[in-house]
């Protein structure tokens, strides 16, 4: 079945650029998000990128996609202490289809 | 203009037991998605309703049900509670008769659920 893979943790300094990385297994899906849940909120939506693009770039977010390799990677540059929180990596099932989530990456941003 | 909203935020319940989470979309958007989010983990999506049908379903028992109502809002039903069924429970509205873009998926802050 799909499987969408995250590192657990990343930590690093205020003004670094953070890159946290996800693996899926679903050749088929059409778009690939990352959604940002800080603690005790919802989901909020960050970016997506559409099966068919490389790259796509939105303010301080830069998203890659390695499709042969199955592979998104979600770049924050200039990273502040407001990022901290857990960014999650998600495939969508089918054209009306449900959202298949990593386990989350925790970003820890030290001043 | 409302994002989701869903009741109660918090919730305590007994093993055993039943519990319904409510759920009102964004403005809009007719359909409605519940997601669970175990501690530690990313969501999992339960079911899916569309016309106030059950359109598509996660690998959850029957325990769980749901239900959408004419205005879009949802409810979200478990039945003989367990202690694994302890999390966030989350709900998330989309509009179907748009191209399936991700800007269509709303979250809301969820339910917190502990079953004790």
């Known amino acids: 079945g799909e499987d969408v893979e995250q590192s657990l943790f990343l930590s690093v300094r205020e003004g670094d650029s953070s890159v946290i990385n996800c693996t899926y297994t679903?050749?088929?899906?059409?778009?690939l998000y990352w959604y940002k849940q800080e603690p005790g909120a919802g989901l909020q939506l960050l970016t997506y990128?559409?099966?068919?693009?490389d790259m796509k770039q939105d303010q301080r977010l830069t998203v890659l996609l390695n499709k042969k390799d199955k592979h998104l990677s979600l770049r924050i540059a200039d990273t502040q202490t407001g990022d901290s929180a857990i960014y999650f990596c998600?495939?969508?099932?089918?054209?009306?289809?449900?959202?298949?989530f990593g386990k989350g990456t925790k970003l820890s941003v030290k001043p | 203009d409302a994002g989701v909203t869903q009741s109660p935020t918090h919730l305590i319940k007994t093993r055993g037991q039943q519990v319904t989470l409510r759920c009102s979309p964004k403005s809009g958007h007719d359909t409605v998605s519940w997601y669970q989010q175990a501690l530690g983990q990313g969501p999992q999506f339960i079911f899916q309703?569309?016309?106030?049908?059950?359109?598509q379903r996660g690998n959850f028992p029957d325990r769980f049900s749901g239900h959408q109502f004419p205005n879009y809002s949802s409810e979200l039903n478990v039945n003989a509670l367990l202690l694994g069924d302890s999390a966030l429970y989350l709900c998330?509205?989309?509009?179907?008769?748009?191209?399936?873009?991700?800007?269509?998926?709303?979250f809301g802050s969820g339910t917190r659920l502990t079953v004790v």
């Open positions: 679903d050749s088929s899906s059409t778009y």
């Open positions: 998600a495939e969508k099932e089918g054209s009306q289809g449900n959202l298949i």
């Open positions: 990128i559409f099966s068919n693009m």
């Open positions: 998330a509205s989309s509009l179907t008769l748009t191209d399936p873009q991700a800007m269509s998926y709303t």
């Open positions: 309703y569309y016309e106030e049908e059950e359109r």
